[in-house]
């Protein structure tokens, strides 16, 4: 597996021979830097993946850093980086929501969200890395061994998710939403135990619906259609407990999938009993003792342009970048928005690539993409600034399904969000919606694992 990164060689840039190809390394193989690696390498650079697991450890024998569902918009820029492989087998257009086991409405979206095993997409990609030529190094990159890199490369992406090395780049306290985590996570992925399809009928008629279920003292369940990396079509359950709340206890008792999966029955048992019965139908993947996870992320922000001790030149991707509260499924959905970006911007920038470039393009990208994606986040987390809009946007939604199409595309462009700041910005934003077309919710899924891997 351990392949050797590439030295400067002969090898030129295309279009350009005098110019020795330039050289890339990425650190951190999850989704972005396996994402990273395969884009700038098909956008003709020498590129050399660093990655403190295996390929294979990486896919099966860690859990997936999320539940990384990509929600319409962003399944464009991701298809530039590769194009989609798994089509209406992960997808779904609706969701079905509840607030305080009040009325409930179905939310049909206007687009396909798709949920994929973030371990077998970036497998998949790494593959193609590797196939196309890109050397694979499998090493823990400490702060020397960065130093070393990054003096022998024209630009080092630092892509190692939301802890260690992230540290290299100060915090941007300014749009950076919050200092602590907002909610106590826990996520398990299970199937059917009889094989077939999931239906809520004591919530919606809808054939293939997520639901989302809040209660506004404990917090938020998402229950969704999943691609498992080994299983094939699957669910996941997703928790956000509210701190000090029963859930939040509950949650930190989890140890394994097994014991997550019973933490989220009694939960649906105790607040959301109308979808009991499905959820108690449930069961774990026996094969993947990592299908669960429990933790927090505290959101942050990032200054996006490092230095080494040496002075090399160091540009943060993905969780490194932004690490977003999962609740509005932001996170990988940015990643994938800034790859395709920066290897476009990349492909095309025949002149320097110094500090000034990447901290421009980082600028671009927040204003277009992260502001947006980290205040839609704010907004499904209920916080205070918003309480007018997410009333006035669920006071609607049973009467009015435009209003929950509404809503829910905020999760696909977040930008919206950003005029919204009352009734009337809501009233106007939704009637945008009226008389559109949604999506056509997905068949049920007919392949299994082994097509996909
Ligand atoms: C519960 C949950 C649900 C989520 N749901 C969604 C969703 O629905 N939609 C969405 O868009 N996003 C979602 N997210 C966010 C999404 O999962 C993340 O944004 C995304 O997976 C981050 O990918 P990454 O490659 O940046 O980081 P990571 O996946 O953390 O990858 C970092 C990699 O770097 C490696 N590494 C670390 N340090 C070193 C080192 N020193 N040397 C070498 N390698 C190193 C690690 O081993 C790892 O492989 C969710 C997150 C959570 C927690």
Do not use: C
């Amino acid at each position: 597996m351990t392949q050797h990164p590439s030295t400067h060689g002969p090898s030129e840039t295309p279009g350009n021979e005098a110019t020795p190809r330039r050289s890339i390394a990425i650190v951190g193989a999850g989704i972005v830097g396996a994402s990273a690696a395969l884009a700038l390498k098909r956008a003709g650079f020498d590129v050399t993946l660093y990655s403190e697991r295996t390929r294979e450890e990486l896919r099966d024998a860690v859990p997936a850093t999320g539940t990384a569902i990509l929600f319409g918009d962003s399944r464009s820029h991701d298809a530039r980086i590769e194009g989609d492989r798994y089509g209406a087998d992960a997808a779904f257009a609706t969701s079905a929501v509840t607030v305080n086991g009040g009325p409930t409405f179905d939310a049909p979206y206007d687009y396909e969200a798709q949920s994929v095993d973030v371990r077998l997409r970036a497998d998949d990609r790494i593959g193609l890395f590797l196939d196309e030529g890109g050397s694979f190094a499998h090493r823990r990159v400490d702060d020397a061994e960065l130093d070393r890199i990054a003096g022998e490369n024209d630009v080092t992406f630092v892509a190692t998710g939301k802890g260690g090395l992230a540290e290299r780049f100060p915090v941007d306290a300014e749009r950076s939403p919050y200092s602590e985590p907002q909610r106590y996570l826990l996520t398990v992925t299970v199937r059917p135990a009889d094989g077939g399809d999931v239906r809520f009928p004591g919530r919606t008629e809808n054939e293939r619906s997520a639901l989302l279920s809040i209660d506004a003292e404990e917090g938020e369940v998402f229950v969704g259609p999943y691609l498992h990396k080994d299983a094939g079509p699957a669910w996941v359950l997703l928790g956000f407990a509210r701190f000090g709340s029963e859930s939040e206890k509950a949650y930190r008792e989890a140890r394994d999938s097994a014991s997550a999966l019973d933490i989220f029955r009694a939960q649906h048992h105790r607040l959301f009993p109308d979808v009991a019965p499905q959820i108690d139908a449930l069961e774990v993947i026996d094969s993947d003792e990592y299908s669960w996870l429990k933790g927090a992320v505290t959101p942050t922000v990032r200054r996006p342009v490092a230095r080494t001790d040496s002075g090399g030149l160091l540009v943060s991707l993905g969780d490194t970048a932004i690490a977003v509260d999962p609740i509005a499924g932001q996170g990988a959905q940015l990643g994938a928005i800034q790859v395709a970006a920066l290897a476009d911007a990349l492909r095309e920038q025949p002149g320097e690539w110094d500090e000034e470039l990447f901290t421009r393009l980082f600028d671009t990208h927040w204003e277009r993409h992260g502001k947006p994606s980290v205040e839609a986040t704010s907004l499904f987390l209920g916080d205070p600034k918003y309480a007018e809009v997410v009333g006035s946007f669920f006071g609607r939604a049973a009467e009015n399904p435009a209003a929950g199409t509404a809503l829910f595309d905020l999760l696909s462009v977040p930008g919206p969000v950003l005029g919204l700041r009352g009734e009337e910005d809501v009233v106007r934003f939704v009637r945008t919606f009226e008389g559109r077309r949604t999506a056509v919710p997905a068949a049920s899924p007919q392949v299994t694992a082994s097509t996909h891997v």
